[in-house]
């Protein structure tokens, strides 16, 4: 946010308050089980990697709540385009279980609420890991779109391209798997052939990015070599298909890194 501030680009944006999910909204996506199991906890190790801390389920709803308020403002929008500056980040956490840094599934709340209002939904998740969490919620699903690019085998072991989805929802995921060491010029091949013509045919009436920054070159917790400029371009790419964009957060561990390439996501949300 200083980094957005010190560009002179926040200033440009309408600031959306932070709230809090409602209990309604999460439902559509965590169980009650897992929802109680959350609440009963007041700090410990939830998995390996995901630490909860007495502030940190408030938090997260916060981070729900906020993705879900700037995802529904912008579907209600003609052409508004927008960015929730959240943590902590959603895209592994599932129906019943938290992962890799994740309590619950901000993307996927907001995309339930955008399907609530009728919407068809494409998820594009350019996190350096995959959306597995996502995935899992929505791979029966035909109202709601996911691609996802990331490094693989990597953490968390999901993601291989044979994953379709399956019943209603077969064909409506698509896995982009890449190794490490990718550069921009070949994840951009990617991109083109596979994730803009997949999401353009689905015809959306939102794009939810999970905009995670981990895929930068800096970054110390992945492998591939995205610059950060090519966060502007992939933005740009996106909103060519459909203008109404939310952006969500999701990792970025490199801080200068990741606050450089969301400076670039902004930029091309504000100039496209
Ligand atoms: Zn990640």
Known sequence: ???????????????????????DEVRRIHSDTYGAYLASRSSG????DTYLGPGSLRTALF????????????????????FAVVRPPGHHAGRDHAGGFCLLNNVAI??????ARGARVAIVDIDAHHGNGTQD???????????????????PFSGRANEYGQGDGRGMNLNVPLRGGTTTAD?????QRFVLPFVGGFQP????????FDAHRLDPEAELELESADYGVLVRDLLKLQPRLA??????????ATAESAEYLLRGLLDP
């Not at 200083?2 to 932070?18: K, M, N, T, W």
């Not at 919620?137 to 953490?155: M, R």
């Open 247 to 256: 952006a969500v957060l999701e990792g970025g561990y490199h801080r200068e």
């Open 205 to 212: 009436d939102i794009i939810l990015l999970s905009a995670g």
């Open 45 to 48: 190790w939830l998995d390996q």
């Open 137 to 155: 919620l929505f791979y029966s699903n035909p109202d709601v779109l996911f691609v996802s690019t990331h490094q693989h085998p990597f953490y």
């Open 187 to 191: 994840y951009m091949t990617q991109w």
């Open 110 to 115: 907001a995309a339930a609420a955008c399907q």
């Open 1 to 23: 946010m200083r980094r957005l501030e010190a560009a002179g680009l926040a200033d440009r944006c309408v600031r959306v308050a932070p709230r809090t999910a409602e209990v």
């Open 63 to 82: 981070a729900a709540g906020s993705a879900t308020e700037v995802a529904t403002r912008v579907l209600a929008s003609a052409q508004d385009n927008g």
